[in-house]
């Protein structure tokens, strides 16, 4: 059974494809045509943190495919009153054809797709954000065309999204620098399978040093609000403001997985600026994703 963990999940092929996939739902709505490929699935998506765009993309996904998205919180499932992941996992796995899940730790996703008889998604864990890096290369692709070889600079925190992309750099084979405050830098394990395609940089503006994308999240993720002040003062020079958009190349992309805290880790002349297409990016997330469920749905049963 194929779950979708990780980027590490995809050989290099298997991203390419469903990213060339998602361009070709994209179009395909835009032209008002959206195909019924899965009448009657069901995609169960379990969110023990908040999110708009992954509960979206994922229940009208699902709604545009001919199936149905059920949302599940803790306060309103077992879950909530201690009832085991494994055995949810194996419950689910009786009455629905794919599970997405949100949650903290990236254990507790692993937990569930090892007793799960059905694919599973990680919506985002405190380790790592795939869906997220799927989208973000489908929008590259689409405007830029292939990223092999292309140069991206990572500012800010060593966090969820910033560990999928050090493992797409590996996949994709293209170059990230990451700039990150002493303490926030992402995780080492990570870090070490990526080799070459990724280097640790001293500062932001070597970072982006005519980079071919800039990308930036948020100082606190979910989980970290408690943090909020400390963050604030190790991250006040990571800003990508107008002045550090310039150092990159002209034709330079930024983007952002949003939600965006304008003034903070990125000012809103740079978020609404012409390079960035932070809109196009959260869109994708709807047509990659159908993309990745055709890919899991379209595997034969465990
Ligand atoms: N980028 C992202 O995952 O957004 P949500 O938290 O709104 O799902
Ligand atoms: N790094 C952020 C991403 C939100 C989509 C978080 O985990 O909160």
């Not at 979206?56 to 499932?77: I, K, N």
């Not at 990572?154 to 996949?171: E, M, P, Q, R, Y």
Request: aromatic letters at 8%; hydrophobic letters at 40%.
């Amino acid at each position: 059974m194929r779950h979708f963990l990780s980027v590490t999940d995809l050989s290099s092929d298997e991203f390419r494809a469903i990213i060339k996939r998602g361009s070709e739902f994209r179009k395909q709505f835009e032209a008002g045509e959206t195909e019924a490929l899965f009448p009657r699935k069901t995609l169960a998506m379990i969110f023990e943190k908040s999110s708009t765009r992954t509960r979206v993309s994922f229940e009208a996904g699902m709604t545009q495919l001919g199936g149905h998205a059920l949302y599940l919180s803790p306060s309103d499932t077992q879950l909530g009153r201690g009832e085991p992941m494994e055995d949810t996992a194996r419950v689910l796995s009786q009455m629905v054809d794919a599970v997405m899940i949100r949650t903290f730790s990236h254990d507790s996703i692993k937990n569930f797709a090892n007793a799960s008889s059905i694919p599973v998604i990680n919506g985002l864990t405190d380790l790592f954000h795939p869906c997220q890096l799927l989208a973000d290369m489908q929008t590259y692709f689409d405007y830029r065309g292939d990223i092999q070889g292309k140069t991206v600079a990572w500012i800010g925190d060593g966090n969820n999204v910033c560990n999928s992309f050090i493992n797409t750099a590996k996949l994709l084979d293209f170059q990230l620098r990451i700039a990150s405050p002493t303490g926030y830098l992402p995780e080492p394990g990570v870090l070490k399978k990526a080799g070459d395609n990724v280097a640790l940089v001293s500062s932001p503006d070597e970072a982006v040093d005519a980079a071919d994308l800039v990308v930036t999240d948020v100082w606190s993720s979910m989980g970290q609000e408690s943090e909020n002040n400390k963050r604030t003062v190790a991250f006040a020079d990571y800003c990508v403001n107008k002045e550090r958009m310039a150092l990159a190349k002209k034709d330079a992309l930024f983007m952002h997985c949003l939600p965006a805290h304008r003034g903070e880790e990125v000012d809103a002349d740079v978020l609404e600026g012409k390079q960035s297409v932070v809109w196009d990016e959260a869109g994708n997330r709807l047509h990659a994703q159908k993309a990745l469920l055709e890919f899991l749905l379209n595997q034969p049963k465990a």
